[in-house]
């Protein structure tokens, strides 16, 4: 007779039972980071939710503003956006908000706040929404000394000081992949159980990769080191194949594909972004947190 087991997994990892161990091997831990994980969970489900469903409820197109980066906001970043902040602040465990859509820091009121400050990107690569390519939440998280006093200057802390970091892409399938510190796992969304279940446990980065990912449309701005080791990847002369050029422009589905076949995905300063287009506190922190846990490198120049 067939085992259910045989057919159905039966005792699932999910990012919860994931968080829980994790604590457990800090005993002095209160939960405090677990609480707010679980909140961060929910975002992401609430987001993979609209983005299923953004053709047809009409979410997709331009909601009539601007963000700080003076680029036009998608109906869904607004919304996911809304829906990030809202689930933060209700975890009780943040003092300081961080997101690529609002201009300011949002301060937690004093009643609701917790220890930590996220920076997060409710919805990078919105360009490819309305074409339906995938998307991500990318956010960081770090832990404020004082969060009464806590300031402005405080929530500028090195990447190195994050004490956790992950990404949810919306794709073919919905993944969240995260690190505490402890190496790198992803979970992929069940929708039937509404869960996430470790699909990929404590993932490392091919050493080789036959990858390279980078807009090109951007190489006649480039400096010549950067032209030089892009050219190496087309022409190699050391006798070596040629790399294969794979980039979405989601920097989640970019990075992803990266840690998981190996390779290299750069978005190097040029001419028009002297200092990068990518964002530092919550694009470039968090994947770099999660590609040295994965046993990668992150660099600039
Ligand atoms: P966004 O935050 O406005 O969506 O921009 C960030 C995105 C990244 O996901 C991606 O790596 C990059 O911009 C792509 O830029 P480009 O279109 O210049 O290649
Ligand atoms: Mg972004």
């Keep these: 007779m067939d085992h259910a087991a045989d057919t159905f997994r039966t005792d699932l990892m999910t990012i919860t039972r994931h968080v829980l161990n994790e604590q457990s091997r800090h005993p002095e831990s209160r939960g405090d980071l677990t609480i707010l994980l679980s909140h961060i969970v929910l975002g992401c489900k609430f987001v993979a939710s609209a983005v299923n469903k953004a053709g047809l409820a009409k979410l997709t197109g331009l909601a009539g503003e601007t963000n700080v980066q003076g680029e036009e906001q998608k109906k869904l970043d607004v919304l996911s956006n809304e829906v990030f902040v809202n689930a933060l602040v209700s975890s009780g465990r943040t ?14 009121d004093p009643k609701l706040r ?10 990078d690569g919105s360009s ?21 006093t806590v300031t402005l200057e405080e929530v500028l802390q090195p990447g190195k000081d994050m004490i956790a970091a992950g990404y949810c892409m919306y794709g073919s399938s919905c993944t969240l992949v995260l690190s ?28 080789k990769g036959k990858i390279y990912s980078v807009n090109e449309g951007n190489a006649k701005n480039w400096d010549t ?25 989601s920097m989640v589905a970019d990075v992803h594909r990266t840690l998981l076949y190996g390779g290299i995905f750069l978005y190097p300063a040029d001419k028009k972004s002297p200092s990068g287009k990518l964002r530092v506190m919550y694009e470039v922190f968090p994947m770099s947190f999660l590609m040295e846990e994965a046993g990668g490198q992150s660099f600039t120049g």
Excluded at 114 to 123: A, M, Q, T, W
Excluded at 129 to 139: A, E, L, P, Q, Y
């Design 114 to 123: 917790g220890k930590y400050c996220v920076c997060f990107d409710p919805l």
């Design 180 to 207: 505490t510190g402890n190496g790198v796992n992803g979970f992929t969304l069940d929708p039937s159980l509404g869960e996430f279940i470790m699909t990929h446990p404590d993932i490392k980065i091919p050493p």
């Design 128 to 148: 490819n929404i309305d074409c339906g390519v995938s998307i991500g939440t990318i956010f960081g998280i770090y832990m404020i000394k004082n969060q009464d």
């Design 225 to 249: 080191p950067t032209a030089k080791y892009v050219e190496k990847c087309k022409y190699p002369t050391d006798g070596s194949s040629p790399k294969s050029l794979r980039y979405i422009g």
């Design 95 to 108: 003092c300081v908000l961080v997101s690529e859509e609002d201009e300011k820091a949002t301060f937690v």
